[in-house]
């Protein structure tokens, strides 16, 4: 699965997103290397603490079906911004312990822009479990 065919997997979680505070639906999809897609959408609250972003959503839908950081191979992320879509610091800080480092992350955006990265570059000083 290429890149694009990732990021409509995301487009397609995205609408099962449930946000009607925000009105900002995010979706993203996990890919791993067997070829098995995991998606999520972003799941909102009017008890605003208790929202759950698309992607801790995919990474935990993946690991219930009992996959790990060493199965993922690409993340893929989309919502309607104006620039591709960047994970939150939160889901930054659990993609730094649950995705491999170096693995591509596509952030997106439905006009079609795409910028690649990875938990390295998004959350460089990651706090991790060596730290506690």
Known sequence: ??????????KEARELSYSPYSHFAVG??????????YPGANV?????PLCMCAERNALYNAMMDGKTRD????????ADSTEPCS????CRQVLSELYPE???IYMANLKGDVKE??????L???FSGDDL
């Open 44 to 48: 909102e609250n009017s008890s605003y």
């Open 28 to 37: 993203a999809a996990v890919l791993c290397a067997d070829g098995s897609v």
């Open 124 to 126: 460089p000083f990651a």
């Open 102 to 104: 170096s693995a591509p």
């Open 87 to 90: 994970p939150c610091g939160a």
């Open 71 to 78: 199965d993922f191979v690409a993340f893929a992320l989309i």
């Open 117 to 122: 990265t990875t938990v390295l570059e998004l």
């Open 1 to 10: 699965m290429d890149k694009t065919q990732l990021i409509e997997c995301a």
